[in-house]
């Protein structure tokens, strides 16, 4: 009989975020790269509670991942299979940087990328000798396994795919650097191909943080990814992460629009060059704030919306200053307006400062992970009381996605593109984000 391996998406279901709304949940490509790599005589099945809460299924081996703000929630799943006997093995960004911590509620812990250790993880099981500690190392993404798209649930409106892994830019805050590595690393463009045309969704998220790379090499697979999908006719529309660097060239831009690119994130961060460098948003520091509303209409033109994040509560912040980030945000060029708390997660240095200063607010972990999930104030900034800050954040909030201030982007963003689909990718974006913060 085959063995049977289960891999579960864990969600914290009292702090949903996002995941409230059907049209900004994403399948765990992670887990299905890892189903991939699983030999074919085993059984596979995901349990993802995206879409419904976890209930037993047996078991010979159970994979589970998690970010931070659900960490506990995977805690949990798995202490009910390490009842019956059944090994379980955690990966994913929050188990790779509180090894010590997953140890304690799991059997085995897989640090960093799965490629280059999965396979030993499942012949260590069938042979009864599950070690405790599986550490991934970087490789070259060439020959990358597609993920088990057939395992994901049918009512995600997007399917992710990944064409890069790493970022150079290492910002204070995030934990990508740590978990993925700073070199930058592509796929092959025809594999990436190769893996589209498999894919019947129409709607693609291009996972990666910044899709066009850094540096002439890497804007020339992006390119050739973008022309090739429109030669190959696959007809997709997409939303994509980059860096400001994707407004440079407009070739790539025009490219990206024909193959079907209809929004891009851009982690703005701030409107201000002093709160770029205290998070160290080099790029953005270099090319100086006032290069938004330049980048904002190139991209516009080639006629992709554009979603600009933004963060509040950095130390220099203060309450005048966050009023003056929201008013910046409602009358910029930007289409979709995204804010959130500065959030230490660990394994960046952002964590490390704020633990060795004291200022983190809640630290009964694992227990107080649940916190940070980006939409709560977990530190003490320099600037103002957290409890200034939350209020402040609320105030925004309902300044930012009143209904008309969402229309009149939303016209703005179909008269800027001249593209439809834009202006609803956008528009559905800012209802979203709205969402999230009246219901805090």
Not at 71 to 91: D, F, L, S
Not at 101 to 109: H, I, N, P, S, Y
Not at 176 to 192: C, D, H, I, K, L
Request: charged share 25%; with cysteine; aromatic share 10%.
């Amino acid at each position: 009989m085959a063995r049977k391996l289960v891999l579960v998406n864990p969600v914290n279901s009292a702090r949903t975020g996002l995941t409230v709304n059907k049209s900004s949940r994403f399948p765990p490509i992670g887990l299905g790269i890892v189903a991939a790599l699983t030999p074919a005589h085993w059984d596979v099945t995901l349990l993802d509670e995206n879409w419904a809460p976890f209930v037993y299924q047996d078991a010979d081996l159970v994979g589970i991942t998690a970010f931070t703000a659900s960490a506990n929630r995977a805690y949990e799943i798995a202490a009910a299979y390490q009842k019956q006997g059944v090994p379980v093995v955690m990966g994913g960004i929050h188990a790779s940087t509180c090894i010590e911590e997953a140890l304690r509620f799991v059997d085995a812990v897989v640090v960093g990328e799965a490629e280059t250790v999965w396979p030993q993880v499942v012949a260590d099981v069938e042979a009864g000798r599950l070690q405790r500690i599986y550490r991934g190392v970087w490789t070259d993404l060439a020959g990358a396994p597609h993920p088990r798209r057939d395992l994901f649930h049918p009512g995600y409106m997007f399917t992710s795919v990944q064409t890069s892994r790493g970022c150079p830019m290492d910002c204070e805050f995030c934990s990508v650097t740590a978990f993925n590595g700073q070199r930058y690393r592509r796929r092959p463009p025809e594999e990436v191909l190769s893996e589209l045309e498999t894919i019947p969704q129409k709607m693609l998220f291009f996972v990666d943080d910044n899709i066009i790379g850094y540096g002439k090499e890497s804007r020339e697979q992006a390119l050739a990814i973008f022309r090739r999908m429109v030669e190959r006719r696959l007809d997709k529309c997409w939303f994509c992460q980059a860096s400001l660097n994707f407004a440079d060239d407009e070739e790539v831009l025009r490219w990206a629009a024909r193959a079907g690119c209809k929004m891009v994130f851009l982690g703005l961060e701030a409107e201000e060059a002093d709160a770029l460098a205290e998070v160290n948003k080099r790029l953005n520091l270099q090319r100086g704030v006032e290069s938004y509303e330049q980048a904002f209409r190139r991209i516009h033109r080639a006629g992709i919306a554009v979603l600009g994040a933004f963060i509040f509560g950095m130390d220099g912040d203060t309450p005048e200053k966050l009023r003056h980030r929201a008013a910046y945000m409602v009358r910029s060029g930007i289409d979709v307006m995204q804010k959130t708390f500065l959030t230490p997660l660990p394994g960046t240095r952002l964590f490390a400062q704020l633990q060795d200063e004291e200022r983190l607010l809640y630290t009964d972990f694992p227990r107080d992970w649940e916190r940070y999930d980006m939409g709560e104030a977990v530190h003490r900034p320099q600037g103002m009381t957290p409890e200034v800050l939350t209020q402040v954040m609320g105030e925004s909030g309902q300044r930012m996605y009143a209904w008309p201030v969402l229309a009149r982007k939303a016209l703005r963003t179909l008269w800027e593109t001249r593209n439809p689909m834009a202006a609803m990718f956008a528009w559905q974006s800012n209802v979203n984000y709205r969402t999230v913060s009246t219901a805090r």
